[in-house]
């Protein structure tokens, strides 16, 4: 047990407490607390004290009661590894407390926070919420009600998804998800206008709604160890991001590009020359068919080839410059593999430019690059 730093002298464990009964009698197969336990709470026992740690132990049952009476200026309560696997309803009667931290336990099942927590004054006062290291498998509502957290810490448990309502946490400032099952974010979570930290790190997550680049207050993103193939271009309003970390994701892996590309077809092959040089037709000259499917060429985004591609086209993973700090990988599309070479342009200006970008992107400094790729 350790008291609040500045709190006074560490006092002697007295022999003994007796522990006031619960408002609802526990099972029978639940033992009372420990009296040991209930001897450190007595020599801790002071009506200023504003921070208690419960030195790690297994607790039998939930929160001790006559905590809120022995430390009613409660600001901060660390029960981390103590084994508890309910809170209790004593956790409501903590008026001040601000700082809860439960880590590294068994909560997770029915009853693990207490009833009317989201009408309690822990609703307003709660700041800080630590419970990563237990076994959640959704995020509880009641604590989607907690208006005032600034920080939510729900890694390493065995969460499968965010629930939308997590955009009604307005004043979230630190948001911890890493070490779950997530497979997806929602665009709810765009909502949040003062998160600035953001860590989503070893889950399953595919891709990143574009919705994500709302978030304007964000400094740190933590994607790594993720199953992202790609980026949204839309990533590069976060003008204020500072960290980016994208180690062991697929687009890291295969690092610079991922190529997948199908022979064009005649047709499309025919389509492509007759818009490359501008072959002139009239709509009675071709079946309909036809003419409406040279409407749909799609022009490529390299500038130096001004090719087009209808089905057929090559998927590329692109550097491209992020507020001058470092480059990020997006995902475009071109005509064809000679589009990604430098050596395979078809005038001799093109093959020139290609090489002045080959050039260019070989000279991105090496820190940048890992400030991102390597997180």
């Known amino acids: 047990m350790a008291a609040a730093g500045g709190e ?47 030195s790690p ?34 956790l409501l009667s903590l008026p001040c407390l601000h700082t809860l931290l439960a880590k590294n336990n068994r909560l997770g099942g029915p009853g693990s926070l207490p009833k009317g927590l989201e009408q309690s004054p822990l ?24 208006r005032g957290l600034r920080s939510l ?33 929602p665009p709810e979570l765009a909502k949040l206008p003062s ?3 953001l860590v989503l790190c070893d889950n ?22 993720n199953l992202l193939t790609y980026l949204p271009r839309e990533i590069l309003n976060l003008v204020h991001l500072d960290e980016l970390s994208l180690r ?35 709509p009675s000259d071709l079946p309909e068919s036809l003419v409406r499917y040279l409407s749909l060429a799609s022009n490529c985004p390299n500038p130096k080839c001004g090719g087009v591609y209808f089905d057929s086209c090559v998927r590329q993973i692109k550097f491209v410059d992020f507020c001058g700090k470092y480059r990020l990988p997006l995902m475009h599309y071109l005509c064809s593999p000679e589009c990604s070479s430098p050596f395979s342009s078809a005038s001799q200006s093109s093959t020139s430019q290609s090489e002045s970008d080959s050039e260019d992107e070989a000279s991105v400094a090496a820190h940048r690059m890992q400030k991102v790729l390597l997180g």
């Open 57 to 90: 132990r297994r607790l039998s049952g939930p929160l001790p009661a006559g905590l809120s009476q022995w430390f009613p200026a409660l600001e901060v309560l660390d029960v981390s590894g103590t084994g508890l696997t309910e809170m209790g309803t004593e």
């Open 153 to 185: 810490s729900l890694g390493g448990n065995r969460l499968h998804g965010i629930p939308p309502d997590i955009q009604e946490l307005h004043s979230l400032e630190f948001l911890y998800l890493g070490g779950n099952f997530i497979t997806a974010i």
């Open 8 to 54: 006074g002298p560490e006092l002697e464990p007295a022999p003994e407490l007796a522990m006031e009964p619960e408002s609802e009698p526990e099972p029978e197969s639940e033992p009372e607390p420990e009296p040991a336990l209930a001897a450190e709470l007595a020599a801790r026992r002071s009506a200023e004290a504003r921070r208690l740690v419960l």
């Open 123 to 146: 609703a307003r006062s709660l700041r800080v919420l630590n419970l990563s290291g237990n076994r959640f498998s959704e995020v509880p509502p009641a604590l989607l009600q907690l």
């Open 195 to 197: 998160l600035r930290y």
């Open 204 to 225: 399953k997550i595919q891709s990143i709604p574009p919705q994500l680049a709302q978030l304007h207050s964000l400094r740190s993103l933590s994607l790594h160890n």
């Open 248 to 282: 062991g994701n697929p687009l890291v892996v295969r690092f610079v590009r991922d190529l997948t590309y199908n022979p064009p077809s005649l047709q499309e092959l025919a389509g492509r020359t007759i818009k490359t040089r501008n072959v002139p037709y009239a």
